[in-house]
């Protein structure tokens, strides 16, 4: 540890590194421990250690060995003052309380002479108890770097973090993991979307919607990626971990605004598509962010609050396309050329508003006990408008209006007994919705696509809409932690009672009756293709109309989770060493409407093992490994879709359709020789069900799980510098999917493990070859850092490697969000052969890059803070680009981006990227602790707008080529075709 001194006398305090007590902290907590000594090294007993963080003083007193620990401590900088009989008091020392982290301390005394020596710490020591406590940014790091505004936005500086593709920037692949394998946690509170596992309000279509908890009201971000302890789990990728501020004896306060004004802004570049699938053209985008927080005592060292307000508004503005026939889609009735849809050229808006909020209380109920609450939430809304790309091509009364946003109410209780025992409880309530109100005219036509080129021929249609989903996740946690002298034990137990409902709905009249099936009634609206072949002999081209998708039974799903976690954890201290020893079991209850499914906490034992070794004793260096085993928590998108039986039709073909799009007659009935064009398969089956039998799971089915080793080696330099240098690697153990050996009835299974039991079960006697999932990655990992009073600069990068058949609960093959039940594993290899098209039926199941794989990233950022006033700050981050795979539509659902063709990666990879963002901040102080703050930040400096998504589907269908094949393609809510333009964010903020 380095810092300044003054000096009176001969007198000297010295802050060092040390730390051999193991002291418990928890997610929202950090720990200060450290030891006393005399001059000679000798340890001081009896010293009173004072420390005080503004809400009152800890005070610890040193044992026979000189150590003291401080645990349960709220965030934030901490004065420390130590006095002895004897010795000088030493004071003004400075040490920082960090998340789930342990802060080591060494104070060596001096005889007293009369005078009192300052010290103020302007670096941290390592934690050389622990293989690591995650990588994390605070608010006096984050506030004065150009980022974005919410927790997930900070989190995206860590190593090992990347976009998540289709599933956005707020739900990211961390080290390895898809972006529906990290959990979020603000205050201790798992937010995590309970149906699909993404962060907070998630939709299927549009992402992780909402605004989260804004910078201003955080204290601390940590990104747990590697190497977690038996504590954690839930997670396959990583953890997201917040705190937010709090008060303190000192009244404070600031109100802020921020705004991005359009002229200031650069024109996102266009993205060019065919056959009425081009996207709408840029015109603006606005946003202005308003908000305040005040925070104080209500009783001096008692009682403090926290409270905030944030609401955000948006407004963007784009021109609708016209509908351009190429000549290959081109028809008698609508010959090449370019047409408009009923808005196109008109200017339309997309109105955004989100209302975060957060309010804490915290109690000292005694020096040791702390009881706190904590609410907050980002209810939203998007008025009226074309929400969709698609909706522009549409007339005005068809758009949409969304509403979204989660709520969290949380109650925890930390206390130390006996200066021994830390008891750590709480108790969680965390809701989050979605909701889409569609106009009568949008709900008037059935969604109709053309297979020649993909087009949507019904203007109207707003077709596939999530009408109303809703979580809600009741959590009760508590944790028991001791220590004696040199050894730590903790356990824990976790409950989680989750309700989770969807109702999915599809656009157009319900109740219509299938005449191929009396009695069929359809309960929501349909989907449709036009399609073209030869029917009954007769001549190629002649247009007929199939329904694809079409559900029968009720669309509105109640379902549940039990989850029950348990963990017993372990440190030792041996000289140098530092032993963690761990292991968790987590049981899961799943509640469908048709069956349950129990995944015991037998089957799911996670161990945990890490060990530290100090090199030089003195806490300057450690070498480091770690091996531990995690398990995925399912989330509740398979009790609707597998657990209750969803029953449809994705086959029913027509001659007419009526020209409102909202009937179909004559129908084609089984037997009909058809014959699509571009095909020479003939298809005499028109009629086809879904769900027609329950959805089964595989007697011994078990929890997906992955394990992990890491060797690392960090090291803090004499200036100052902390370098940590670390190998990771990664390997899917197993995973939990739906199969099918035939594309119709499903069950729930293990791939590659009960083989046996599948025979059995579903008394299949043919061959039916499903392949083990693998899923590898590889990383090496590098940090600096470097903290002082002036200015604060990091740097990281990852070599990695990320390869394997199985992505994780997303697929961007297709952009299916259906964790455990993506169609990877619907047909066996000898189904998905098909030598009509040149198909083995082992693409499906090839090892090669995947989706998320990005070989080099780089990160670097800082600020600098000068005298006068004005603070500097920037962030720089360069990635590698992503692999590049052509995919051919399945054979049995004819959807497009199923079977990687070639193998995959092996075409290339995207362009790699290099994204500069810079900060400015101008501080007029104004008397007192009031000041005015002038802040700019201009993201993407150099307006780099490089390709970032392409359209790598070979085919729209059996045989129909896709015009827009290696085209840039965006996904709404996930990645955009391009790097968004340039933006200027200008802010003010008062503070007080």
Not at 345 to 355: S, V, W
Request: charged share 20%; glycine share 12%; with cysteine.
């Amino acid at each position: 540890m380095h810092g300044r001194f003054s000096h009176l006398g001969r007198l000297t305090a010295l802050l060092a590194i040390g730390g051999v007590i193991l002291c418990a902290q928890d997610a929202t907590t950090g720990a200060i421990s450290g030891t006393v000594t005399a001059p000679n090294g000798a340890p001081v007993a009896g010293a009173k250690v004072v420390l005080d963080g503004g809400r009152g003083q800890v005070v610890r007193v040193t044992d026979a060995n000189g150590a003291f620990k401080a645990s349960a401590l709220i965030p934030g900088q901490y004065h420390l003052t130590v006095t002895a009989a004897g010795y000088e008091t030493a004071t003004k020392l400075i040490a920082t309380a960090s998340i789930n982290t342990l802060t080591p301390v060494r104070v060596t005394m001096t005889r007293a002479a009369g005078a009192v020596v300052e010290v103020i710490a302007t670096t941290q020591a390592l934690d050389t108890t622990t293989v690591t406590s995650g990588t994390s940014f605070g608010t006096d790091e984050f506030s004065t770097m150009p980022l974005g505004r919410s927790f997930t936005a900070i989190a995206s500086m860590a190593p090992g973090v990347v976009d998540g593709g289709g599933t956005g920037a707020n739900n990211p692949s961390i080290s390895g993991g898809s972006g529906l394998e990290n959990q979020y946690v603000i205050d201790g509170a798992n937010t995590t979307n309970t149906g699909f596992g993404g962060s907070g309000s998630f939709s299927i279509i549009y992402g992780s919607l909402g605004t989260g908890i804004n910078s201003d009201f955080i204290q601390e971000v940590q990104v747990k990626s590697f190497a977690m302890e038996a504590e954690y789990g839930q997670s396959t990728g990583g953890i997201i971990n917040a705190v937010t501020k709090s008060g303190s004896n000192s009244f404070q306060g600031s109100v802020f605004a921020f705004l991005d004004i359009d002229s200031l802004q650069a024109a996102d570049r266009q993205v060019y598509r065919t056959d009425g699938t081009e996207q709408p053209t840029w015109k603006s985008y606005d946003r202005l962010e308003l908000g305040f927080f005040v925070s104080g005592p209500i009783i001096k060292d008692k009682l403090f609050y926290f409270v905030g307000y944030n609401p955000v508004s948006e407004s963007q503005k784009r021109v609708a396309p016209y509908h351009i026939v190429t000549a290959a889609s081109a028809t008698t009735a609508m010959p090449e050329g370019i047409y408009p849809w009923p808005r196109s050229g008109q200017t339309l808006e997309n109105k955004n508003k989100t209302d975060s909020y957060y309010g804490k209380l915290q109690w000292v109920v005694a020096t040791d006990q702390i009881l706190e609450f904590s609410a907050f939430g980002d209810p939203g809304k998007r008025d009226l408008g074309p929400q969709l790309f698609s909706s522009f091509r549409g007339t005005e009364g068809k758009d949409t209006e969304l509403k979204f946003g989660s709520q969290t109410l949380t109650l925890k209780y930390n206390a130390t007994f006996a200066n021994e025992y830390f008891l750590e409880a709480r108790a969680t309530s965390s809701e989050n919705t979605f909701e889409t109100s569609i106009s009568s005219l949008g709900n008037s036509e059935w969604q109709v696509v053309d297979t020649r080129g993909g087009a949507t021929l019904s203007p109207n249609s707003a077709g596939l809409y999530e009408q109303k989903l809703k979580g809600q996740n009741k959590q009760y946690d508590v944790k028991l932690s001791r220590t004696w002298g040199r050894f730590d034990f903790k356990i824990g137990y976790l409950h989680e009672d989750v309700d989770y409902k969807s109702n999915l709905q599809r656009s157009g009249p319900l109740g219509f009756a299938d005449p191929h099936s009396p009695g069929t009634v359809f309960s929501q609206g349909l989907s449709i293709q036009k399609r073209y072949g030869s029917i009954n002999g007769g001549p190629a081209g002649t247009p007929y109309y199939r329904i694809v998708r079409g559900d029968i039974s009720n669309p509105q799903i109640k379902t549940e989770t039990k989850y029950d976690a348990y963990f017993l954890q372990t440190a030792i201290k041996l000289d140098r060493f530092n032993f963690k020893l761990g292991v968790r079991m987590e049981g899961q209850k799943m509640i469908g409407q048709d069956q349950t499914y129990k995944f015991k906490a037998s089957d799911n034992i996670a161990p945990r093992l890490g060990v530290t070794y100090d090199m030089s004793g003195d806490g300057k260096s450690k070498l480091y490994a770690f091996w531990g085993r995690y398990f995925e928590k399912v989330p509740n998108d398979i009790c609707v879709r597998a657990f209750s039986n969803e029953k449809g039709v994705n086959r029913s073909d027509f001659l007419t359709l009526a020209p409102g799009f909202n009937g179909l007659s004559n129908p084609i009935l089984t037997g009909t020789p058809v014959i699509d064009d571009g095909t020479t398969t003939v298809t005499t089956i028109h009629y086809r069900t879904t769900g027609d039998q329950t959805t089964l799971v595989i007697p011994g089915t078990k929890s997906m799980y992955q394990d992990e080793s890491i060797f690392g080696f960090d090291v803090e330099l004499p200036n100052g510098v902390a370098l940590s240098n670390r190998f990771i690697y990664r390997k899917l153990g197993r995973i939990l999917e739906d199969m099918s050996l035939d594309g119709d009835s499903y069950f729930i299974a293990n791939p590659g493990e009960n083989n046996g039991a599948i025979a059995a079960l579903t008394g299949f006697t043919g061959t039916a070859t499903f392949p083990s999932p693998t899923r590898n990655y590889y990383a090496f990992e590098f940090e600096m850092r470097k903290n002082t009073v002036k200015y604060n600069a990091f740097m990281n990068l990852r070599l990695s490697k990320l390869e394997g058949n199985y992505e994780g609960l997303f697929r961007n093959d297709n952009g299916q969000s259906d964790p455990n039940i993506s169609s990877l594993y619907d047909l066996p290899v000898e189904l998905l052969a098909d030598p009509a098209r040149g198909l083995t039926g082992q693409e499906q199941f090839l090892i090669g890059a995947l989706p998320s794989d990005r070989t080099l990233v780089v990160n670097s950022g800082g600020s600098y803070n000068f005298d006068m006033g004005l603070t500097v700050g920037f962030t720089a981050r360069y990635l590698t680009g992503t692999p590049i795979t052509s995919y051919l539509a399945h054979p049995v659902y004819e959807n497009a981006g199923e079977i990687p063709v070639y193998g995959r990666g092996v075409e290339g990879r995207l362009p790699s990227r290099f994204l500069l963002d810079l900060a400015g901040q101008y501080s007029l102080k104004l008397g007192g602790s009031k000041r005015l703050v002038f802040i700019a930040n201009v993201f993407n400096v150099f307006n780099q707008q490089k390709v970032t998504a392409l359209d790598t589907n070979v085919d729209l269908g059996i045989n129909t080529v896709n015009p827009n094949y290696m085209r840039p393609t965006g996904v709404v809510g996930g990645t955009p075709a391009y790097d968004a333009g340039r933006r200027v964010r200008l802010g003010v903020k008062f503070s007080f």
